[in-house]
């Protein structure tokens, strides 16, 4: 797990590290020191922890003009033990929507598996964007499975052609708009 690294092609263009409005702001990183784990495998010093034990993130790309936030998610997303969507509601999403944002883009496929424990944290978030939307893109089938067994794509978006999504041959603009346009299908 240590050599899986947050995608980096896009740091030219936005760091969290450096954008006064980001959650991490501020945040420094070792290249040398891997002192996060998820469980007993240490990963790279460059994901986010915001509050989970077992799920790290990295803020890809935000654009406070077009109110949409890349992220990108690496770990177990756990409910159960740890709550993490409660964590990722108040402590990132929530800073960034008093930002302005209101269209999220998480990346999953280096989610190994999701555990699921209630609803509250996906309604609250889901209402919060108002018209906006929280789009999953390349989550894998079996994570996906305990997301529709849970009734979980009633808050988050996914399915179709946002379980393939080719998102690295894109930039940050190019990736929203893709997604923007499905997401606008199938509100529309």
């Known amino acids: 797990m240590h050599l899986i690294e947050p995608y980096f092609n896009w740091r030219n263009l936005y760091t969290a590290e450096d954008d006064k409005m980001s959650p991490f702001y501020k945040r420094t990183y070792s290249e040398f020191y891997f002192t996060n784990a998820i469980y007993d495998h240490y990963i790279h010093p460059q994901w986010d922890e915001f509050g989970s034990p077992t799920l790290y993130m990295k803020i890809l ?5 077009l109110s949409f936030c890349i992220i ?9 033990i740890n709550n993490d969507v409660m964590f990722l509601k108040r402590d990132v999403a929530d800073v960034l929507m008093k930002r302005g944002i209101t269209k999220f883009i998480l990346i999953g496929e280096n ?3 999701f555990h699921h424990d209630g609803d509250d944290y996906y309604d609250e978030w889901y209402q919060d964007v108002e018209d906006g939307w929280i789009a999953a893109i390349n989550f894998h089938e079996h994570v996906i499975s305990e997301f529709k067994k849970r009734n979980i794509d009633y808050y988050l978006n996914f399915g179709g052609e946002m379980d393939t ?5 894109l930039d940050p603009l190019g990736l929203f708009q893709k997604v923007d346009g499905m997401m606008q299908r199938r509100i529309g």
């Open 61 to 65: 790309f935000v654009d406070y003009e």
């Open 72 to 80: 990108e998610l690496l770990g177990e997303w756990n409910d159960c």
């Open 111 to 113: 989610v190994l598996n």
């Open 165 to 169: 999504l080719n998102w690295r041959t």
